[in-house]
């Protein structure tokens, strides 16, 4: 349940409220998108109508490697938070709004630079420098190394606390740090509210 100093961004509500909700998404994932479409226009309105004091959120960055350009698309959103935290949802919404352009189809015949030239549009669509964004994801040139780029250590604790809690595929949902495998991309807004309200 804690949240690296670096992952502010990726908070909704206050460190101070009893209750966490950590939710495991990749932005390639139609199921992920449905979630956190959900959470964004409902769920997170009505806890902070109803119980902000009670409720915090961390959205879990979950790389599915099976989907070619999942690293890629978690990678400029670290680097956007990087630049500036405030903006990391406002880049998540964008992004999971088009992730079909960063479907396995969608990036078939597109290279590496190609697809982090896109995320950097993108982000600038939502006032962060996409020149900065390209600065934070490119590989650089010269003898190959394989050394990652500047979001690389942070990509690598995300994945690391999914491995280590256990997770598999997006969504997955923990609440106050125990997975609640019953929590799915389908429900509504009333069962939300009932879970939530069980629990206070």
């Given at each position: 349940?804690?949240?690296?100093?670096?992952?502010?961004?990726?908070?909704?509500?206050?460190?101070?409220?009893?209750?966490?909700?950590?939710?495991?998404?990749?932005?390639?994932?139609?199921?992920?998108?449905?979630?956190?479409?959900?959470?964004?226009?409902?769920?997170?309105?009505?806890?902070?109508?109803?119980?902000?004091?009670?409720?915090?959120?961390?959205?879990?960055?979950?790389?599915?490697?099976?989907?070619?350009?999942?690293?890629?698309?978690?990678?400029?959103?670290?680097?956007?938070?990087?630049?500036?935290?405030?903006?990391?949802?406002?880049?998540?919404?964008?992004?999971?709004?088009?992730?079909?352009?960063?479907f396995d189809e969608a990036v078939e015949s597109k290279?590496?630079?190609?697809?982090?030239?896109?995320?950097?549009?993108?982000?600038?669509?939502?006032?962060?420098?996409?020149?900065?964004?390209?600065?934070?994801?490119?590989?650089?040139?010269?003898?190959?190394?394989?050394?990652?780029?500047?979001?690389?250590?942070?990509?690598?604790?995300?994945?690391?606390?999914?491995?280590?809690?256990?997770?598999?595929?997006?969504?997955?949902?923990?609440?106050?740090?125990?997975?609640?495998?019953?929590?799915?991309?389908?429900?509504?807004?009333?069962?939300?509210?009932?879970?939530?309200?069980?629990?206070?």
């Open positions: 349940m804690a949240l690296a100093p670096q992952f502010i961004g990726h908070r909704m509500g206050s460190a101070l409220a009893p209750h966490t909700i950590e939710v495991y998404l990749d932005y390639v994932c139609p199921f992920s998108a449905k979630m956190y479409k959900k959470i964004r226009e409902d769920v997170w309105p009505y806890i902070e109508q109803n119980h902000s004091d009670k409720f915090q959120l961390i959205f879990r960055q979950q790389v599915q490697p099976w989907h070619a350009s999942s690293t890629t698309v978690h990678e400029a959103a670290l680097a956007v938070e990087k630049i500036d935290s405030r903006k990391f949802f406002d880049f998540s919404d964008a992004l999971f709004a088009v992730q079909k352009d960063y290279t590496r630079r190609q697809v982090i030239q896109s995320l950097a549009n993108l982000a600038e669509k939502v006032g962060v420098s996409g020149e900065k964004v390209l600065e934070y994801l490119s590989n650089g040139t010269g003898e190959p190394k394989n050394s990652g780029n500047k979001v690389t250590a942070d990509l690598k604790l995300c994945v690391r606390i999914g491995r280590q809690n256990g997770v598999h595929a997006s969504p997955t949902v923990l609440y106050n740090g125990i997975r609640d495998d019953s929590i799915s991309s389908g429900w509504e807004l009333n069962q939300w509210q009932e879970f939530l309200n069980s629990k206070l």
